[in-house]
């Protein structure tokens, strides 16, 4: 089955820690993004990519950072210079071209202990 | 500054009771819009993409519009199982995805 997967479904981070959340997709779509959401609000764009090896920040993007190396992996590093990092983080992908619609992963909740 | 505004943000309904929630945006060079449901804790799924002022697309009980500044998701008579968060999404000439805040849809039988 086509999809995208994001691991884990829960994480719990100590402060000061970095953590990794892994985003994997098999629809061999070239353009992934990375959204954080807040309870009761909408996505806000962290980083995008269209294409290996290059991305860009969105709106949010102080705190975290991330890789393309293979076109099938995008993973977000949360790290200990993002002051509030408990939220649902979710990972997309799409065909890059016009208006061709994103797919979602089932998001990970990372909470900060 | 590219931008996607969503309302209400909350919006209660009888069964059977239509209603429209509404998505209004800015952006340069507006590469599609698009609708999404989102359930708690899960992630967003697709309902419609609209490309040109004009469009039109129908799904069930909902209907996607689209003008060039804004986009309606009509609900006609809505069921209980219609109760989600509605997400309007535009892709700017930029290729960023950006969305708004959402719409918290509850229809109570």
């Known amino acids: 089955d086509g999809g995208i997967t994001q691991s884990p479904k829960y994480l719990f981070r100590k402060e000061g820690q970095n953590v990794t959340l892994s985003c994997e997709q098999n629809?061999?779509?070239?353009?992934m993004y990375w959204y954080r959401q807040d309870p009761g609000q909408g996505l806000r764009l962290i980083y995008y990519?269209?294409?290996?090896?290059?991305?860009q920040k969105g709106d949010i993007a102080e705190g975290y950072s991330v890789s393309r190396e293979k076109k099938e992996s995008f993973p977000l590093t949360v790290t200990s210079a993002q002051k509030n990092p408990t939220a649902f983080y979710l990972c997309a992908s799409k065909i890059t071209g016009v208006g061709t619609e994103a797919f979602f992963g089932q998001g990970t909740r990372l909470t900060v202990v | 500054e590219d931008q996607v505004t969503q309302s209400p943000e909350a919006l209660r309904l009888q069964e059977g009771e239509s209603s429209s929630l509404n998505c209004s945006y800015t952006?340069?060079?507006?590469?599609?819009l698009f609708w999404y449901r989102q359930d708690p804790g899960k992630g967003p799924e697709f309902l419609f993409t609209?490309?040109?002022a004009g469009e039109e697309k129908e799904k069930e009980r909902l209907k996607a519009t689209l003008t060039k500044k804004e986009s309606f998701l009509h609900i006609t008579a809505p069921k209980p199982e219609d109760s989600a968060t509605y997400l309007c999404a535009v892709q700017a000439a930029s290729y960023k995805l950006i969305f708004g805040s959402g719409t918290r849809l509850l229809v109570r039988p």
């Open positions: 952006v340069s060079g507006l590469r599609g």
């Open positions: 629809l061999n779509h070239d353009a």
């Open positions: 990519s269209q294409i290996v090896n290059d991305f």
């Open positions: 609209l490309y040109s």
